[in-house]
């Protein structure tokens, strides 16, 4: 059980993007998105009723990971 919660501490310090200052965010809706680095910033995490998923709730959609944190699949479609 421990090391489940290290591998949720772990998911959540890569996925957690970087803060925007509000002088720049108020610019944010002009700019293009060319490029994408990280996973955006976790708002929830779950497990499925079966313990055999993960969904990871970030601002540009939803992560769904193994038990071991492979990847299974991305959600497009955040908040």
């Known amino acids: 059980m421990s090391q489940h919660l290290i591998s949720l501490a772990l998911i959540l310090s890569l ?3 970087p803060v925007i200052p509000s002088a720049l965010a108020q610019e944010a809706e002009v700019w ?7 996973r955006g910033g976790v708002t929830d995490i779950a497990w ?4 055999e998923v993960i969904a990871v709730a970030t601002e ?3 992560w769904l990971y193994t038990p071991e ?3 299974i699949r ?6």
């Open 15 to 17: 996925l957690s993007g």
């Open 32 to 38: 293009t998105e060319v490029l994408r680095i990280g």
């Open 48 to 51: 499925s009723p079966t313990g």
């Open 60 to 62: 540009l959609g939803t």
């Open 69 to 71: 944190l492979e990847t």
């Open 74 to 79: 991305f959600l497009e479609g955040g908040l």
